[in-house]
């Protein structure tokens, strides 16, 4: 799965509520008489208009507004752990580069922390190192309230394969108890030669 370009988990929050705006107006903003701002705490996007454009042309708008818009719950969006097979523990800037080159997503600086450091966002070379939660492998990354995308709380969750995308055995074949050789001999042959 690797999200489309203008997909809102490959953009950056700003970009992204500015899209929803775009598409909820019946008449377009003129975007260069405008500046745009995030203000996460109150999930509002802020809108001031500009006095003049780059080019000096003088501003068609007056005064501010703001447009509330609604954070996305990360489990709604990506219900499942996604696949990580780059090398753990690891730090952000490299997790964040994988993640937009494997699957389009776009892990913003300080929109993360992780179980480990819960209040420690997640910037450049921060390790990415908190144990997996399960047997299995999966680490979550817990999103902040100075994210401008996703609900404080809410997570996202890798399944961590190591290096070269083996898979850790460790919790992928569970037995409830020990198989003997003749009973699995015995379920082949009934399985090639039934009665």
Same mark, same amino acid.
């Given at each position: 799965?690797?999200?489309?370009?203008?997909?809102?988990?490959a953009?950056?929050?700003?970009?992204?509520?500015?899209?929803?705006?775009?598409?909820?107006l019946? =008449? !377009? #903003? /003129?975007?260069?008489?405008?500046?745009?701002?995030l203000?996460?705490? *109150?999930?509002?996007? &802020?809108?001031?208009?500009?006095?003049?454009?780059?080019?000096?042309?003088?501003g068609?708008?007056?005064?501010?507004?703001?447009?509330?818009?609604?954070?996305?719950?990360?489990?709604?969006?990506?219900?499942?752990?996604?696949?990580?097979?780059g090398?753990?523990?690891?730090?952000?800037?490299?997790?964040?580069?994988?993640?937009?080159?494997t699957?389009?997503?776009?892990?913003?600086?300080?929109?993360?922390?992780?179980?480990?450091?819960?209040? =420690? !966002? #997640? /910037?450049?070379?921060?390790?990415?190192?908190?144990?997996?939660?399960? *047997?299995?492998?999966? &680490?979550?990354?817990?999103?902040?309230?100075?994210?401008?995308?996703?609900?404080?709380?809410?997570?996202?969750?890798?399944?961590?394969t190591?290096?070269?995308?083996?898979?850790?055995?460790?919790g992928?074949?569970?037995?409830?108890?020990?198989?003997?050789?003749?009973?699995l001999?015995?379920?082949?042959?009934?399985?090639?030669?039934?009665?």
């Amino acid at each position: 799965m690797r999200v489309p370009d203008n997909h809102p988990l490959a953009l950056p929050a700003l970009e992204a509520v500015i899209g929803q705006l775009d598409r909820q107006l019946s =008449t !377009p #903003l /003129v975007k260069e008489h405008l500046n745009f701002s995030l203000d996460q705490g *109150s999930s509002e996007l &802020v809108i001031q208009a500009k006095d003049f454009t780059r080019n000096g042309d003088v501003g068609i708008y007056k005064g501010s507004t703001r447009y509330p818009y609604g954070k996305a719950d990360l489990l709604k969006v990506l219900p499942y752990p996604l696949v990580y097979t780059g090398p753990y523990p690891t730090i952000f800037r490299n997790l964040a580069q994988w993640m937009k080159a494997t699957y389009g997503i776009l892990m913003e600086e300080g929109e993360f922390a992780t179980t480990n450091r819960p209040t =420690t !966002p #997640l /910037v450049g070379n921060a390790p990415v190192d908190a144990e997996p939660e399960t *047997s299995v492998g999966v &680490v979550s990354l817990v999103a902040l309230a100075s994210s401008g995308r996703w609900q404080a709380g809410s997570t996202i969750r890798l399944l961590v394969t190591g290096s070269g995308g083996a898979e850790q055995l460790n919790g992928l074949i569970s037995m409830r108890r020990t198989a003997e050789l003749s009973q699995l001999v015995d379920s082949l042959e009934q399985s090639y030669y039934p009665a």
